[in-house]
């Protein structure tokens, strides 16, 4: 496990270069209606609009000259597919993107608007990887994991890095739970500057894998993800698991309805666009006001992509 | 006319204690789709969602201690009606707003949720001056005109001249037109500032009464205003109007579909919500590309209160 505190200053080195260090917002209408001093970390000013810019320029970075060459290959639908194809291109790398053929017109524009290469395969998990597998063989690609790889965790973590550094002291940082990169990234960078602040992790109640692994001690799966959250759908992985099972505060459910009313909040009264996974974090706060009463909290708002022309208000 | 250059720097330090410096922000993207250096200042942050804020704590600020005792009325049904309303409450005042009988119920409860108190009239103009008359008569209330008062278009130059504070060479300033107090009060601050910076007025060719305005050298009204920014819809005042054609560079006149587009692209790309009227200055900008090449703009982003369930897209 990468816990040396060093890893993660040096990881913010790397990318910066390549990556936005985001605006941190306030909301005088969210701490008065929350009770706490929150601080938003904005990464859907993120480079494409999320935080996983962070941890695919980090993990490109890390391949030699020769494996760069080659190229890299994923298999998403979602952000880090768009993430990883901006960031082989701003680093001259090819990037190969697996995705169904059933994700929607307006992803893969994107992922194409990035210069992504696209491989499209049957919609399943084992036809994903088989076809990842695929180009790994044929191009020599190195395969690149959207959140079970340290250097994409330790790429996630510089957001709550940045966050600490304006905000040293906070009690709390509340970011989604997916994947698991993003709250196992964003508890090493605590590690390293303020051990004593708290991570949390927030979760649709409709794909509670993450909050179920916590219990069981063993990575649990969704058999059903009907939330609006779309970028939490996925499961742990075997490395960023271990790091939140040791560390994490807890992962607290919330509910569709309030993930919309949280981003309907977000909307109105901060004016930025986030994605409902962002707004996830919000939730929780407003769910249980009496746990963050007078505390200071840092909130990762992951990533604003949305489709405008399906909004849930 | 007030254009003692010191004038609007004793303005701005007058309400900075009541209003957001606001953050201005740039985007990639934005800059290679015009081909040039944009500098957006994000009004749509400001306290209340938009700029008018400025302007009616300014003009609170210059009464007398007997005059806030007896209150302030406007008639507006927009963002001026919010403005003062929660302009008063900061500084303790009584706020009085005549709103037509039409106006629809969310900028009613606005208004309400700042505090202040609504006088409904038919929606007719010379229905809503006789009740702000009434007003005036029966409390005692200072008239303070959305537009066409100097220290309202004093405090609402103040965005403009926080934004050549941070960008101090800039070659022009776009801001939308309406009633004339925001692009007479940025003028103000480019004479102050930066008096080689020329300052655009974007309108709606659906309202173009400001753009008929500087041809025919009268104050024009429109006879029919069927755009989607909302808040140009007014016309120029007696103030304004001479500092407006003396001093602008031009008005630029675009379509719907051209402010919908910018609008959009402003969502979708920098992920920040402004309303429609906010947008013109974008669509001014990528209409005349040629015109803007290589230059550096600052855009107020007037502001961002829009009704989610009412979107042009």
Redesign the interface.
């Known amino acids: 496990m990468k816990l040396n505190p060093q890893e993660i200053l040096e990881t913010h080195k790397r990318i910066l270069p390549y990556v936005h260090n985001t605006?941190m917002?306030t909301s005088q209408t969210i701490n008065s209606q929350s009770g706490a001093q929150v601080f938003f970390k904005?990464e859907?000013?993120q480079k494409m609009?999320a935080f996983k810019m962070r941890g695919a320029v980090n993990a490109i970075l890390q391949l030699s000259d020769e494996e760069r060459k080659r190229g890299v290959v994923t298999h998403s639908s979602g952000n880090f597919a768009q993430a990883l194809s901006l960031a082989a291109k701003s680093l001259n790398v090819p990037a190969f993107v697996v995705m169904p053929n059933t994700a929607p017109q307006v992803k893969k524009d994107a992922v194409k608007g990035y210069g992504g290469e696209i491989i499209e395969c049957p919609p399943t998990l084992t036809d994903r990887e088989h076809a990842a597998n695929q180009i790994v063989l044929d191009k020599g690609a190195t395969f690149l994991h959207p959140s079970n790889n340290w250097d994409v965790i330790l790429g996630q973590g510089t957001a709550a890095l940045e966050l600490l550094s304006e905000i040293a002291d906070l009690d709390y940082i509340l970011t989604p739970v997916g994947g698991g990169g993003l709250v196992a990234g964003t508890i090493l960078a605590t590690l390293s500057k303020n051990p004593s602040c708290r991570v949390i992790g927030a979760e649709p109640s409709e794909a509670d894998d993450a909050y179920r692994s916590l219990i069981s001690g063993e990575i649990e799966t969704n058999t059903s993800t009907y939330t609006i959250a779309d970028g939490l759908k996925t499961q742990l992985g075997s490395l960023n698991f271990p790091v939140i099972r040791d560390h994490i505060d807890a992962i607290i459910r919330v509910e569709e309805t309030e993930i919309i009313a949280a981003m309907?909040l977000i909307?109105?009264r901060?004016?930025?666009?986030?994605e409902p996974s962002a707004a996830t974090t919000l939730a929780v706060l407003l769910k249980e006001k009496e746990r963050f009463a007078n505390k200071k909290i840092g909130i990762i708002l992951s990533g604003?992509n949305v489709d405008?022309?399906k909004?849930p208000?």
Do not use: T, Y
Request: aromatic residues 16%; positive net charge; contains cysteine.
């Open positions: 605006p917002l904005c859907n000013f609009g309907q909307w109105e901060m004016k930025i666009i986030v604003g405008l022309k909004l208000f």
